[in-house]
């Protein structure tokens, strides 16, 4: 399982890297919205997790592009921020996030989220053989 994180925010790096290998996940670590586009495009990660506080909309301008992509379009996305981000929470899941987290992140309830979702991809990837 490949799991591209995209943030520049060191302690939530840390605590993802934890969780993620305790669970047997791989993580790449995409710190601007151009890296996290080309490893995407090389790396085809299984999913994306996007911190919501990169400079310049980034969050967003990532969405957007997977969502775009045809190689990418059912990658599930989960993008994370604090409860001031609302505006950006929903912009994100009207460009077609497919969860969100409110910060500060309880590392359970991302392990669930992420299983969740990622349960959702094998479901639809099932139903299209």
């Known amino acids: 399982m490949n799991i591209l994180l995209c943030t520049t925010e060191e302690l939530m790096l840390t ?41 310049n909309f980034e969050a967003l301008d990532i969405v957007q592009f997977i969502k775009k992509e045809p190689n990418h379009d059912e990658t599930p996305i989960l993008i994370y921020g604090t409860v001031e981000n609302e505006q950006l929470i929903l912009e994100s899941l009207r ?35």
């Open 15 to 55: 605590t993802f890297e934890f969780r993620f290998r305790k669970n047997g996940w791989k993580l790449t670590v995409a710190e601007s919205a151009k890296t996290a586009l080309e490893k995407t495009k090389n790396l085809l990660p299984d999913m994306v997790v996007v911190d919501l506080s990169l400079p």
């Open 95 to 129: 460009l077609g996030a497919n969860d969100f987290i409110i910060a500060p992140i309880k590392p359970d309830e991302l392990t669930i989220r992420i299983r969740r979702q990622l349960m959702k991809k094998k479901g639809a990837e099932k139903s299209l053989v």
